[in-house]
């Protein structure tokens, strides 16, 4: 049934009953995420269930309160929950490369790292002045002096027995020898030996391998007396050191003492500090080996007794809430830094940095989905994480590496975080069929709506939305029209009369704008105008493109009737997408038909610019022409359908209805009014459907009928199903007032011919013919004509073929 619209039908304004406030300082703060009920609802559920693989994945448009949503719930929850443990790398004396990962209660790390400092640095002082005491060195002296006396009777004794057999024990740069004397002492020389009689020099030779056996035993003997006096040193030392090693240590372990890993650290430090006492005595500077370099003083290393602290929870407030926006392989996971020393690079675990999952962990992290997936590894690395329940700090790039290099192993340290996703659906459903863990990690979905329903309750939160970010951005204050028509511009961001937008950021755009344009009118209150001002100009700014093809369809560049009638023409409509801004315009539609057996023609089908949803619509169209006509005889027709002037692809099923239109005005040679254009889908049925963007194709066509001089005849129709999205500009709300401008709305396609082609549609009679007159008895009558030529034309070419 054709209905044309009033003026209440284009627009709905916020009326007064529906906003219960004054002023808006009546309203409260908002405190809340309003309208997202159901993504609430799963964010209360998804944080507070423990068990693995319950993280949480936020979809949503952009804009909708995704993130701040998410942040505002996370700060007021871990407010109540318990701060996390600190955790810190200490050296692992056992394997070097792997060095321990250690957890505290919070706030303690900091403070065992410092005890460890101070540790190190008094022993430092004290171990020096322990071995420049006087009772240390009467000690070393006592066993030095008790060594050279036993050293010199040892050897005194040999050197006795050497002189009763006339050898004589001499020291070379050898080490000792024996020789052999004259009477007068001297040493027998080689010719004198040489010229003694054979039995002397063999008796010579036998006594010179009797001592020499004595003086190997002596050496033998000197050698483990001088190994006795080092370990009498060492265990001096050793016991020197404890004195003020062993009481600094067992402080330590008594402080630590319900921590197994510091106690066992503490240890091995005892022990490895009494190993390298040297490292604590004063060192002598080395020689430089080229002489116009400076010598390096070169100091003793004590790195392998300090604390690395990764995780400081000290002035941690209740569970840790990260926000990683560049969620990067090492900003996540941590990274081992090098130094550069001599050309290479050095590293030691004091050099481990923790990355976000480390300071979340026991809390949460949020990060962007997309920007997971951007970067490489990071994807795979924290769904590994996950599965594992561990956290590692590794080299990723060293299975890439042509020469592999040694570097850190760390411990890992045990995972506990509440990972939370935020994204768009896309991505969602995306990663949800094609990777079969994402759905076994991530099991809590939280939707948000990119609308709302237009309650009252709503339209007090909507406006101390207002109210609050007016605050927080401060802006000036916003009076009750001012909101008003930022709801009612909230509800055209719906494209429905009856919801209001949830893209929150548009609309805080919007209150910025509107407060700047007040500021220039020194307005301190931001009033309707201002609001509307804000609109036109953010319009203004973006429309460039629109204005081109208006005055191009000026020009006549574009062809575009919106005067007389035309048969097999028609002014359908279209919505074109830039991004930042969408705009309707139309576009002529054309349909010729003939005699055969092509059926319709998509002509952009056959050039490929047609889509797959388009197609559709073209066979739905073909089935409905089949069902309505051809029940009496085939329906033998060629028809070609074409949008005139595309250069582009066309997508979707909007224009079905005017191309139907066209169809039947070629076919009946019945023409149609240009000053109506037409937008809508239609079923096999012939029932109407509703469309998108409808506000954008009626203002698109009504500036086209607005610079070509409106006069009354000019309109638009829809489908019925599509008034409750009309949230039309005022321009065309006027116009329809004014009686310039109407708009329509049909049920059915049969709706609509009257209107277009001042014909009744025509009701089939039960002699199943339709009225003379009528459009339905006009298309029949050419169908059932073509129908009869083409039957004619088959007989002849089969005659043809028996006569040949």
Not at 577 to 586: C, E, M, Q, S, V
């Amino acid at each position: 049934m054709l209905k044309k619209l009033s003026k209440d039908d284009l627009y709905r304004c916020c009326n007064p009953d529906e906003l219960s406030f004054k002023t808006i300082e009546d309203v409260p703060l908002l405190t809340e995420t309003i309208g997202q009920e159901r993504a609430l609802s799963a964010l209360d559920f998804g944080l507070g269930i423990e068990d693995h693989g319950f993280n949480i994945y936020i979809l949503g448009e952009s804009g909708t309160g995704k993130m701040t949503t998410i942040k505002t719930i996370l700060s007021e929850k871990a407010k109540d929950e318990p701060v996390p443990d600190d955790w810190c790398y200490v050296y692992n004396f056992k394997n070097t490369d792997e060095p321990n990962a250690v957890s505290l209660p919070p706030g303690t790390g900091l403070i065992f790292q410092k005890d460890m400092e101070e540790l190190i640095k008094a022993l430092r002082q004290e171990i020096p002045k322990i071995f420049e005491s006087k009772e240390y060195e009467k000690q070393r002296t006592k066993i030095f002096e008790e060594f050279q006396k036993t050293q010199k009777e040892i050897f005194a004794d040999i050197d006795k027995k050497a002189k009763e057999k006339d050898f004589s024990l001499r020291k070379t740069v050898s080490g000792l020898v024996l020789v052999p004397v004259k009477k007068t002492g001297e040493a027998l020389g080689e010719e004198e030996y040489e010229s003694l009689e054979p039995k002397v020099r063999k008796k010579i030779e036998e006594i010179g391998k009797g001592l020499q056996e004595k003086l190997d035993d002596t050496i033998r003997i000197v050698r483990e007396e001088e190994k006795t006096v080092k370990e009498k040193i060492t265990g001096l030392e050793r016991q020197a050191a404890l004195s003020s090693v062993g009481h600094r240590i067992d402080e330590l372990r008594s402080k630590y003492k319900k921590h197994d890993e510091i106690l066992t650290f503490l240890d091995n430090v005892k022990e490895d500090i009494l190993e390298h006492l040297d490292d604590f005595k004063p060192q002598e500077e080395q020689a430089s080996p080229l002489p116009f370099m400076k010598p390096q003083k070169t100091e003793p290393s004590f790195v392998r007794y300090f604390v690395n602290l990764c995780v400081n929870n000290r002035d941690t407030k209740g569970a840790p809430v990260i926000i990683e926006s560049n969620p990067t392989y090492y900003n996540l996971f941590g990274r081992i830094e090098h130094k550069l020393q001599y050309g290479f690079a050095m590293t030691d675990f004091t050099m481990i940095k923790a990355g976000s999952l480390q300071r979340a962990n026991g809390g949460y992290l949020i990060t962007d989905a997309m920007d997971l997936l951007k970067n490489i590894f990071v994807y795979d690395a924290i769904e590994r994480t996950i599965k594992d329940k561990k956290i590692r700090i590794e080299d990723v790039w060293e299975q890439y590496r042509l020469i592999s290099s040694v570097t850190l192993r760390p411990g890992a340290i045990p995972f506990k975080v509440k990972v939370v996703l935020v994204g768009d659906p896309r991505l969602y459903y995306m990663l949800y069929n094609l990777d079969p863990e994402f759905r076994d990690l991530f099991k809590i979905k939280a939707d948000f709506d990119y609308r709302m329903e237009r309650t009252k309750e709503n339209l007090l939160k909507y406006a101390g939305f207002i109210r609050t970010k007016c605050i927080e951005k401060g802006l000036k204050p916003f009076d009750y029209s001012a909101v008003t028509k930022v709801i009612e511009y909230s509800s055209r961001l719906a494209e429905h009369q009856d919801k209001l937008s949830a893209k929150f950021n548009e609309v805080a755009d919007l209150l910025r704008e509107a407060a700047h344009w007040a500021k220039r009118d020194n307005n301190d209150i931001v009033k309707r105008e201002h609001v509307e001002k804000a609109v036109d100009e953010r319009t203004y700014r973006v429309n460039k493109v629109e204005k081109k093809i208006l005055e191009a369809i000026k020009e006549g560049t574009i062809l575009m009737d919106t005067e007389g009638s035309v048969v097999g023409q028609i002014n359908g409509l279209s919505v074109l997408d830039l991004g930042d801004y969408r705009f309707g315009t139309p576009s002529r539609i054309t349909a010729k038909t003939f005699a055969g057996k092509a059926g319709i023609v998509n002509i952009e089908r056959e050039t490929k610019m047609s889509g797959k949803i388009h197609e559709k619509a073209i066979l739905i169209l073909s089935a409905y022409l089949g069902e309505k006509y051809a029940r009496k005889h085939p329906l033998s027709l060629s028809a070609s359908l074409t949008f005139e002037q595309l250069y582009g692809g066309v997508e979707g099923d909007s224009a079905t209805c005017a191309e139907i239109y066209a169809l039947l005005s070629s076919i009946a040679g019945a023409p149609i009014r240009q000053s109506i254009a037409i937008t809508g889908s239609m079923n096999q049925h012939g029932e109407v459907q509703p469309i998108g963007g409808v506000n954008e194709k009626i203002e698109g066509f009504f500036e086209v009928c607005k610079q070509n001089g409106l006069d009354g005849r000019h309109g638009v129709i829809i489908p019925r199903k599509n008034v409750k999205h009309l949230m039309l500009n005022k321009d065309v709300v006027e116009a329809v007032q004014n009686g310039k401008f109407n708009i329509h709305t049909i049920d059915n396609i049969e709706d609509g011919i009257d209107i277009l082609m001042d014909l009744p549609a025509g009701e089939m009679q039960s002699d199943g013919n339709y009225p003379e007159g009528s459009l339905n008895f006009r298309v029949s009558a050419r169908l059932l004509e073509l129908s009869k030529t083409q039957k004619d034309k088959d007989e002849n070419d089969k005659k043809k073929e028996v006569s040949n």
